[in-house]
C-alpha cells in the first residue's frame, strides 16, 4: 500500500461517496463520475486503488461548481463580513448573570445526554421505540429496555445499561458535545481571545484523544498531524466539511461574549475554519452569536435574529433557518413543520449542519421556552439527536438560567461533567461556569 494513503483503507468507500455528494451538494454535476466510484471502491486494497482514489477525488475537485451558490456561501472573513449584516466586534463587554452561564453548561450536557441513546435514528424509529415503551411524549430520559424489546428497537450496547439511562445516570458521561466547549475555554484561557485557528490545531493535538474525533474533526486533526494548517486542513481529504461537527464547538465563544454576537462569530470562524467550509463555518458562527445573546436577551425570537444576522443572508443555511421561522409563523402544528424540514433537506447526510440547523430551530420555535418540551422536540425529530438536543438546550438555558431549569433533567448531573479531554475528567460544572464569566470579563 501507498504509504501516502492518509487513513485507513476501511474508511476510502465512505470517503469517497462522501465527497461525491459533496460536490454535487455544490451544484457540481457528478453524474459522469459515480461509474469510477462504483468501480474503485470495488477494488481490493491494493496501491493501485489507491491511485485510482486519488485520481478520481482529483477528478471530482475539478468539477465545476454553481458559481452562483459559491457566491452566496463565501468561506473567506471579509467575502462572508459582505455578504452578512454582522457589525463590527462591539467595543464593551456586558456584565452577565453567573445563573445564566450555568444554565447554559447544564441545558447543553442535559439536552445531550437525553439524545445519546438514540444519535443517527430516524423520527420514526424513536417513535417505534417510544411507543413500544409506553412512552409516547418523551418526558425523561429514556429507561433501561424492557427484556422483550426486539433488536431493532435497541440502544447500542455500550449504553446498556449504561449512564445515559433513567435511573443510572450519575453525572454528565464523556461526550464530544461538551469536549469542545472545555477545549475553547481552555484555549482562550492559556492563548487569550486573540487566539487563531493555528492555535485551535495545537490545542486539539495537545489535548483531544484522535480517537475519539469524528467526520471532519478526524479528517482535520489527520492533516493537522502530517504537517497541513488551517483552512488547508478543512478541505484535504474532508468530504465532511459542512457537516454538523463545528456547529456543537460554537457555545463557548457566545458565552464568553455575552450581549456581544459580532464579536462571538468571529472568534467561532477562526474556529470552525480549521475543519470546516461554508455552511458547516456558518453552523458554529450563528450558534457563537445566538448564544451570546440568550446570555443577556428574553426574547426568542431576538437571539434567533441575531444568530442569523452573522451568516450570509442567500446562503443555504440563512434561508432554512427563515423558512423554519416562516412555517411556524403561519401557525403550522409541530408534525407538519418537521415534516416538512426533513421533504427539503431530509436528503441529505443525518450529521449535515443543514438538516439538524433547521431542527434546532425548529425545537426552539414550538418549544417556546419551555426546557424540557425544546430538548425533547429536538431529540424526537431524529438525525444527530444529542448535538440537537445539547445545542437547543444550552440557548433555551442561557435564556433560563440553572435555578429554572427542571430538577428532572439537570439534577442527575449534579455538578460532574465527565470529559476526553487532557486535565479535564471529572470536571465541575460550576466551576467551568465560573471561569466561562471571567473570560466574559475581559475586555
Not at 279 to 300: I, Q
Not at 345 to 357: I, R
Not at 385 to 403: E, I, S
Amino acid at each position: 500500500m501507498d504509504s501516502g494513503q492518509p487513513f485507513e483503507d476501511a474508511e476510502l468507500k465512505e470517503i469517497l461517496e462522501a465527497e461525491l455528494a459533496q460536490r454535487r451538494e455544490e451544484g457540481a454535476d457528478v453524474s459522469s463520475l459515480e461509474g469510477e466510484l462504483s468501480a474503485v471502491v470495488a477494488m481490493a486494497p491494493s496501491e493501485e486503488r489507491w491511485h485510482a482514489a486519488v485520481e478520481l477525488r482529483q477528478k471530482l475537485q475539478e468539477l465545476p461548481a454553481d458559481g452562483i451558490l459559491t457566491a452566496a456561501e463565501p468561506t473567506e472573513w471579509s467575502d462572508l463580513r459582505a455578504s452578512s449584516r454582522i457589525s463590527a466586534p462591539e467595543a464593551c463587554p456586558v456584565e452577565v448573570d453567573p445563573d445564566r452561564l450555568l444554565g447554559a453548561w447544564l441545558g447543553r450536557a442535559a439536552g445531550c445526554l437525553l439524545g445519546k441513546p438514540v444519535e443517527g435514528w430516524s423520527h420514526e424509529h424513536i417513535g417505534e421505540l417510544l411507543e413500544h415503551i409506553g412512552e409516547p411524549d418523551l418526558v425523561d430520559y429514556f429507561p433501561p429496555l424492557p427484556e422483550d424489546t426486539p433488536e431493532r428497537l435497541r440502544y447500542p450496547e455500550i449504553l446498556e445499561p449504561g449512564p445515559c439511562l433513567r435511573g443510572a445516570i450519575e453525572g454528565m458521561p464523556r461526550d464530544d458535545d461538551l469536549d469542545y466547549p472545555i477545549l475553547g475555554l481552555d484555549l482562550m484561557e492559556r492563548r487569550g481571545l486573540g487566539f487563531t485557528t493555528d492555535d485551535v490545531g495545537r490545542s486539539w493535538l495537545e489535548l483531544l484523544p484522535y480517537h475519539l474525533t469524528y467526520t471532519a474533526e478526524r479528517a482535520a486533526y489527520r492533516n493537522l498531524s502530517q504537517g497541513r494548517s488551517g483552512p488547508d486542513s478543512a478541505t484535504f481529504w474532508n468530504p465532511f466539511r459542512e457537516w454538523i461537527g463545528a456547529q456543537i464547538r460554537g457555545d463557548v465563544y457566545g458565552w464568553v461574549s455575552p450581549g456581544r454576537p459580532a464579536r462571538a462569530a468571529e472568534l467561532a470562524y477562526r474556529d470552525a475554519r480549521l475543519s470546516h467550509v461554508r455552511n458547516g463555518v456558518y453552523g458554529e458562527m450563528f450558534v457563537a452569536a445566538a448564544s451570546a445573546a440568550a446570555l443577556v436577551e428574553d426574547d426568542l425570537d431576538g437571539v434567533l435574529t441575531t444568530g442569523l444576522d452573522c451568516v450570509p443572508t442567500q446562503s443555504r443555511f440563512a434561508k432554512l433557518v427563515q423558512r423554519c421561522r416562516t412555517w411556524h409563523r403561519h401557525g403550522l402544528g409541530w408534525g407538519e413543520a418537521a415534516q416538512r424540514l426533513r421533504e427539503e433537506v431530509g436528503h441529505y447526510n443525518w450529521v449535515h449542519t443543514l438538516p439538524n440547523a433547521g431542527l434546532v430551530v425548529l425545537a426552539l420555535l414550538y418549544g417556546a421556552g419551555d426546557y424540557g418540551r425544546t430538548i425533547t422536540l429536538a431529540v424526537r425529530g431524529g438525525w444527530d439527536t444529542d448535538c440537537n438536543g445539547a445545542t437547543a438546550g444550552a440557548l433555551v438555558g442561557a435564556m433560563l438560567g440553572a435555578k429554572r431549569l427542571p430538577e428532572r433533567w439537570v439534577g442527575p448531573l449534579g455538578d460532574t461533567l465527565h470529559s476526553a479531554v487532557a486535565g479535564y475528567d471529572p470536571s465541575s460544572f460550576r466551576a467551568l461556569a465560573e471561569r466561562t464569566r471571567e473570560l466574559a470579563l475581559q475586555a
